[in-house]
Nanobody, 122 residues
Framework: QVQLVESGGGLVQAGGSLRLSCAAS????????MAWFRQTPGKEREFVSN????????TYADSVKGRFTISRDNVKNTVYLQMNSLKPEDTAVYYC???????????????WGQGTQVTVSS
């Protein structure tokens, strides 16, 4: 089993920055990929970005490309999401996800965090 705990959410003005962290614990040696998703009330969970655990290869949703950067620290077993030039439409609960086999933009991840709220004011 793997446990994921997000942190770093909060309230920020449009144009500002936040960095989210996702700390993984447990059987982290089996991790294949990790990702960030976000969700607003009444909408489906949306893919934001993912990273291949060993190679560091990354993908991004078009809506965040050029503004968000995903990275990982293999020693600390932590994934980060640096969010710059934030917009009000980035407001959502952000979830960290991990998988022992899947590296994609769908929701087929094995493990999920509890989520952290990001609110961007205009």
């Amino acid at each position: 089993q793997v446990q994921l705990v997000e942190s770093g959410g909060g309230l920020v003005q449009a144009g500002g920055s936040l960095r989210l962290s996702c700390a993984a614990s447990g059987r982290t040696f089996s991790m294949y990929a990790m990702a960030w998703f976000r969700q607003t009330p009444g909408k489906e969970r949306e893919f934001v970005s993912n990273i291949h655990w060993s190679s560091g290869s990354t993908t991004y949703a078009d809506s965040v490309k050029g503004r968000f950067t995903i990275s990982r620290d293999n020693v600390k077993n932590t994934v980060y999401l640096q969010m710059n030039s934030l917009k009000p439409e980035d407001t959502a609960v952000y979830y960290c996800a991990g998988s022992i086999w899947y590296y994609g933009a769908g929701s087929s991840y094995d493990y999920w965090g509890q989520g952290t709220q990001v609110t961007v004011s205009s």
